[in-house]
């Protein structure tokens, strides 16, 4: 996660905020504590993005799942950010 989260501070100043493929999206990790050690999280998709705004709009758009080795096992958009960085 910190890999990913350094990624994005440098895309938008922002942790967890990401730019991909002309839309602005969001990062989530869950708070659920995983036996396997895996983190998994939602990442959603801004409406419209505007930092300056005092309220964003957002859709989910898929959840993502970091193997405890580190692998993405879904997460497509995240596996492309990782992928471009």
């Not at 659920?32 to 505007?50: C, K, N, R």
Request: aromatic share 10%; proline share 4%.
């Amino acid at each position: 996660m910190d890999r990913i989260f350094e990624i994005t501070r440098k895309q938008t100043q922002t942790s967890g905020v990401f730019y991909l493929d002309g839309k602005y999206y969001n990062l989530e990790p869950s708070n659920v504590e995983h036996e396997d050690g895996a983190i998994t999280g939602t990442i959603s998709l801004f409406e419209q993005y505007d930092p300056n705004a005092e309220r964003l709009t957002v859709v989910k758009f898929e959840s993502f799942r970091i193997e405890p080795d580190g692998t993405i096992s879904r997460g497509a958009k995240l596996k492309k950010l990782l992928s471009e960085a």
